[in-house]
């Protein structure tokens, strides 16, 4: 089997240039990048990159735990994670916690026993209650809004500020009866309190009345369930001419349940969702959303915990990313 120093030798460079090609150091020429890579494919040379792993203690693998993957944000979320992780040198194992609170536990403990250096954990199903269950001994970096103040690192959407501007959209669309469409709204801080706050400070600024009627709050954000409470409210008679929706996927559903009920988009109702995910600029009409830019979070995410994983020894204080975002106006508000 050829050595790191057989490389070297056929390429006529030293043994440490050779492992700077291998670990991605980007002050490598290209060229001798190329002749390092070419000597390798001819003498067969492959990285034991069991052997390195374990002489660094770590595996070279992260993990990604997510509600759902079959939904369109997670999708593209979990597309931005990969991503960013190839960047860090790192692969990614995927792993579905149903957006159950015991699931999110129990990656959360068995992430060291199934070999993982970190998690990166989009939490729907645990609260405040469990900040407890974060004091884990290796690095965690949670995603979204249900755990404020833990000690961990902890990266989230701009959820009042960006439902505020999506609402105020809206108004300044003409639309002065704006129904927005969200999960239940218990008290606990989530992506439905929150993006529910902002849409309350939009109405607020345009001197607008809350109507809790208004309020169309859904089992779950499924297109299905989206779909089937404003069929409802369309049938009791609710009046509206907008449609802020907390989610793309739960818009999706909103915009089909208009369709059959005669509303016409932009026209009669003008709907407006959150995420960007690819398939909302392909719908008929094509929708208007909030952007967060899930790539910049993504890598985030990663560098954060990527930084925890190097480091050794105790971190420095947790750090709290709020990410930015833009509104991207298509056809569903008559752009």
């Not at 129904?179 to 939009?202: I, M, P, T």
């Not at 709050?217 to 929706?245: H, N, P, W």
């Amino acid at each position: 089997m050829a050595t790191i120093q057989d490389v070297a030798k056929a390429a006529g460079v030293s043994a440490m240039t050779v492992s700077n090609v291998i670990n991605g150091h980007p002050n490598v020429r290209p060229a001798t990048r190329d002749r390092v890579l070419e000597a390798m494919t001819r003498l067969g040379y492959r990285v034991n990159v069991a052997a390195r792993n374990l002489r660094k203690g770590r595996t070279g693998t992260i993990c990604l735990a997510v509600p759902e993957i079959n939904r369109p944000y997670y999708g593209r979320l979990a597309a931005s994670i990969i991503a960013a992780a190839a960047r860090h040198g790192l692969g990614v194992s995927i792993e579905q916690t149903g957006a159950r609170r015991e699931n999110e536990l129990a990656a959360l403990s068995l992430s060291r026993n199934r070999l993982y250096d970190g998690l990166i954990l989009s939490t729907v199903g645990m609260g405040p209650a469990d900040v407890e269950a974060l004091e884990v001994d290796h690095p965690v970096v949670i995603l979204g809004e249900r755990i404020f103040g833990g000690p961990v690192d902890h990266v989230a959407m701009p959820n009042e500020a960006a439902s505020k501007a999506a609402t105020r959209h809206l108004v300044e669309r003409g639309c002065r009866r704006i129904a927005l469409v969200c999960g239940r709204l218990g008290g606990e801080v989530d992506v439905s309190s929150l993006r529910h706050a902002g849409y309350l400070r939009a109405l607020a600024d345009a001197g607008l009345p809350a109507d809790p009627e208004l309020v169309v709050t859904a089992g779950s954000f499924t297109m299905q369930e989206a779909a089937r409470r404003i069929r409802e409210k369309v049938t009791d008679g609710l009046d509206f001419d907008g449609v802020f929706c907390v989610t793309d996927t739960v818009a999706m559903g909103v915009l089909r349940a208009l369709a059959d009920t005669g509303l016409r988009v932009p026209e009669r109702v003008k709907v407006i969702g959150f995420d960007n995910v690819d398939e909302s600029a392909y719908l008929v009409p094509s929708l208007s959303t909030v952007d967060p830019d899930h790539d910049l979070m993504a890598e985030r995410a990663v560098a954060l915990l990527a930084a925890r994983i190097d480091r050794a020894g105790p971190g420095p204080e947790r750090e709290e990313f709020v990410g930015p975002f833009r509104l991207v106006v298509r056809e569903s508000t008559g752009g």
